[in-house]
């Protein structure tokens, strides 16, 4: 027991990592804990991954680590890192918006990409303070989300994505 209780508090301790800024490292699905920390270190956020799995099995998280691609911070502690891969913090969200889809097709998608409510994006999309923040005089963005993929954080809101694809938008259209 007081081996246990010195190794957690030892791991906890430890940074993770000597790099600065951010890195991006890939959990597939289905993926080991072993594979996450062997992952891990090879892009720098650990130095020990036997000794990560065994802090991770220690504390009862190395089985609820979510799949993803995520963007971290390098220098977390352990326990942050387990936390990000327990949660999904950082986990890069993927939105794809084909050519010719709708606002009524767009909507449901960004919602479930995004992980928010539909009715945030809704009301996203029919903000006017929005459309004047962005200079839009039309009654609706219908035809200003522009279609293409889009990578968005973890967390990342309704009206900040709705402000990207317009913005990607009008640095793409070039009108004749």
């Known amino acids: 027991m007081v081996a246990t209780a010195l190794?957690?508090?030892?791991a906890a301790a430890c940074g993770s990592s000597t790099k600065e800024g951010y890195g991006r490292?890939?959990?597939?699905?289905?993926?080991?804990?072993?594979?996450?920390?062997?992952?891990?270190?090879?892009?720098?956020?650990?130095?020990a991954p036997w000794l990560f799995r065994v802090y991770a099995r220690i504390t009862?998280?190395?089985?609820?680590?979510?799949a993803g691609t995520y963007v971290l911070?390098?220098?977390?502690?352990?326990?942050?890192?387990?936390?990000?891969?327990s949660k999904g913090q950082?986990?890069?969200?993927?939105?794809?918006?084909?050519?010719g889809w709708s606002l009524a097709q767009i909507v449901p998608e960004l919602s479930t990409e995004l992980g928010v409510p539909e009715d945030s994006v809704r009301a996203a999309v029919r903000d006017s303070a929005l459309r004047d923040e962005l200079g839009i005089t039309t009654p609706t963005?219908?035809?200003?989300?522009?279609?293409?993929?889009?990578?968005?954080?973890?967390?990342?809101?309704?009206?900040?994505?709705?402000?990207?694809?317009?913005?990607h938008f009008e640095t793409v259209w070039q009108p004749e």
């Open 73 to 85: 911070q390098h220098g977390l502690s352990w326990n942050e890192l387990v936390d990000a891969l």
């Open 60 to 66: 009862g998280r190395d089985r609820q680590i979510r």
């Open 25 to 47: 490292v890939s959990i597939p699905q289905g993926a080991a804990f072993r594979t996450a920390a062997d992952s891990l270190h090879a892009h720098g956020f650990v130095s």
């Open 90 to 99: 950082g986990i890069e969200r993927r939105v794809t918006i084909p050519e």
């Open 7 to 10: 190794l957690l508090a030892t």
């Open 141 to 167: 963005l219908e035809g200003y989300l522009f279609p293409d993929t889009y990578i968005f954080s973890y967390g990342t809101e309704a009206r900040a994505a709705v402000k990207e694809l317009v913005r």
